[in-house]
């Protein structure tokens, strides 16, 4: 779904889009449990000087490719952007699956790093999606309900302008 939502953000683009889990743990067939606890009870000493876990599922990562390459070193600004927003839209469809509800989607600063031919994506992205939380300096659409906020005292109405006008 993430490959899919990166596609739609950027039908240009005819890259493979694709991700590997990096772990520390062994893969298959292992007894999970049993090789964490061994893990822990080997790097106490070590955890305990350096006050942190050194191991455990909250060390592994996620590593994004464009055409087998990591994304971090061949993405632009927007590309990254792309894929958090379709890595957040792919969690949104995901819990709207199982929780049979609409959740609220988040997004922070949706003017950030995108063009105007991929903002108009992302609006169209989120239209049908229930509430939409987007944070932005100028409107977004006429379909926007802006909660303005200057020198912490908030103001709110329906934008009656459409995106990029004064």
Known sequence: ??????????????????????????????????WYER??????????????????????????NLSSIPLKTVASLGQARVVALALRYAEWKLLAERSHEQPIFLIDDVESTLDPFRKSLVIDLCQGLGQVFATSHVPQSTMSHVISLKRGVASEGTVCMQYGSQ
């Open 39 to 64: 893990e822990y009870a080997s790097r106490r000493e070590q955890e305990a000087r350096y006050a942190t876990t050194l191991v455990g599922p909250h060390r592994d990562d996620v590593e994004w």
């Open 1 to 34: 779904l993430v490959e899919t939502t990166y596609h739609r953000l950027f039908p240009e683009k005819d890259e493979l889009f694709s991700m590997r889990y990096l772990t520390q743990a062994p893969e298959g067939g292992t007894d999970l449990a049993a």
